[in-house]
């Protein structure tokens, strides 16, 4: 397991925050302008050594606090309302509601990564089981949405500052001593706390790159706990963020599926569970599966598709419904590339579909910038999981990792990853561009995930069946992918 950031995690907190610095300038408000983060009644003084060692430990007990609720009033200029839910700095994720100022529903679901939040409309509350379906991903701190919704700009900033309060180690207590300031001392959920003023990426306090950080206001206990935290995310007031500490037995949410799952934990493959792997391509090319697809392609966009797979064809067949009615229709697709047809879809295609209007491309031909689009890669991926002859256990062995055990529905699945010819190298386990789901019992293909190119996971989920559909595949189409 990880312990603290990773430095590509660090790189996107960073130029995450200095978008919010801009946004703070264009509101004509200053992360540092003292009439933000400083009330009349401070008498600010330097850092005494022990606070400042107790402000440097703060991350750390984040790191190993587990899942901690909170309670967040959005700025009334970032278009107000609530925001509720828990951190769990461990993973890290964030999950809570978002309520509209003013109205108890509906609202939004929010789940927030590093780099990426995934939303969801309904009435569904933040303390309620996780719905597996509906959600939506987007790119973290888009500087076009502060004026079309404020209110998610304000999420995506809150939700970016909050996750880089981990670390796996103190900060430099010296540093922050030398940056910082006591303010005042005060009383939150009964516990006494002093409330400091000192750079909010508390470990890139040490930074000599002339960046000048943005601040933020840490009330912290005397366990080095901390129960608050004030900073400006662009809003004309302060966002105030209190952890609600006293709440124990907090259940323990995991990321959704399009933020890549709950956490892995990788290891080698057995001996076993390498020939299980090495066969599976055999055993899926003597029948078929159900398909449905979830693709994130662009900012709150999602293509999702139904349809079968024959893997004896090898041919797979769906109704695609994407973003935008237009874009809607049928599609074919077969090893040499992918026929489609524009029309109205309704969960399942037709098994017999009509003959005229199709338009048959190779692979070659839907590619603009010579690599395949996130939709062909993972359609291609489908079909390459068929395979008569039985793969080289010894490199299954070698190269595939388990990274957990999941739940799909009622059905227990192992998580692995193990390279298939074609597939990119990768340095370390659990950074595979496809992991798949195979199930306890029946040793069958139940999911396959994609890492798209920028917004998250992507899955197919599968049931598999040894009497694929028998569809009918339009001369046309055969004609043009020589089917």
Avoid at 24 to 29: E, F, L, R, Y
Avoid at 113 to 139: F, I, K, M, Y
Wanted: with cysteine.
């Amino acid at each position: 397991m990880d312990v603290g950031i990773s430095s590509e995690q660090r790189d996107k907190f960073r130029r995450m925050l200095a978008w919010v610095v801009c946004a703070a300038v264009i509101a004509g408000v200053g992360w540092t302008g003292a009439s933000c983060l400083r009330q009349q009644a401070d008498d600010p003084r330097p850092m005494t050594d022990a606070e400042a060692q107790r402000l440097s430990r703060v991350n750390v007990n984040n790191y190993k606090a587990g899942a901690v609720p909170f309670t967040a009033d959005l700025p009334d200029s970032a278009g107000g309302g609530g925001f509720d839910g828990q951190i769990d700095w461990s993973q890290p994720v964030m999950h809570a509601e978002v309520a509209k100022e003013g109205k108890s529903t509906p609202h939004t679901l929010v789940q927030a990564v590093p780099g990426l939040v995934a939303s969801r409309e309904g009435t569904t509350r933040a303390d309620a089981p996780v719905p597996e379906d509906d959600w939506t991903v987007r790119h973290m701190g888009q500087e076009n949405r502060r004026g079309d919704d404020p209110q998610a700009a304000t999420v995506d900033i809150i939700a970016s500052a909050v996750l880089t309060l981990r670390s796996g180690r103190a900060a430099d207590s010296q540093i922050l001593k030398a940056k910082g300031s006591w303010l005042r001392q005060g009383v939150i959920d009964g516990a006494t706390v002093d409330v400091f003023r000192a750079p909010l990426l508390l470990d890139a306090a040490a930074s000599d790159d002339g960046q000048k950080l943005p601040e933020a206001v840490f009330w912290v206990d005397g366990e080095s706990r901390l129960r608050r935290i004030q900073f400006n995310p662009g809003a004309t007031s302060l966002a105030t963020v209190d952890f609600l500490l006293s709440k124990k037995d907090v259940a323990k949410v995991h990321p959704v599926d399009l933020l890549g799952g709950a956490p892995i934990d990788p290891r080698k493959v057995t001996k076993a569970e390498a020939e299980n792997l090495a066969g599976l391509r055999q055993r899926n090319s003597l029948g078929g599966a159900d398909a449905d697809i979830t693709l994130p392609v662009a900012d709150g966009k999602v293509i999702r598709a139904k349809g079968y797979v024959d893997w004896r064809a090898p041919m797979a067949y769906l109704a695609v419904d994407a973003p935008g009615k237009k874009n809607d229709g049928l599609l074919f697709v077969l090893p040499s590339g992918a026929a489609t047809l524009r029309t109205e879809v309704d969960g399942k295609p037709p098994l017999q579909p009509q003959a005229n209007g199709w338009k048959a491309q190779a692979w070659s031909e839907r590619s603009e910038d010579g690599k395949p689009s996130d939709i062909d890669a993972l359609l291609f991926k489908v079909l390459s999981m068929a395979n008569p002859q039985i793969d080289n256990a010894t490199v299954v062995k070698d190269k595939a990792a388990w990274l957990r055990e999941d739940k799909l529905g009622s059905t227990a699945t192992e998580v692995y990853e193990y390279p298939i010819p074609g597939d990119p190298d990768t340095d370390e386990p659990g950074q595979a561009a496809f992991r798949y789901w195979i199930g306890s019992k029946d040793d069958a293909l139940h999911r396959i995930e994609m890492r798209t190119r920028k917004l998250g996971m992507a899955h197919v989920d599968l049931k598999p069946t040894d009497q694929p559909a028998a569809v009918v595949v339009p001369a046309p189409v055969a004609a043009g992918l020589g089917g």
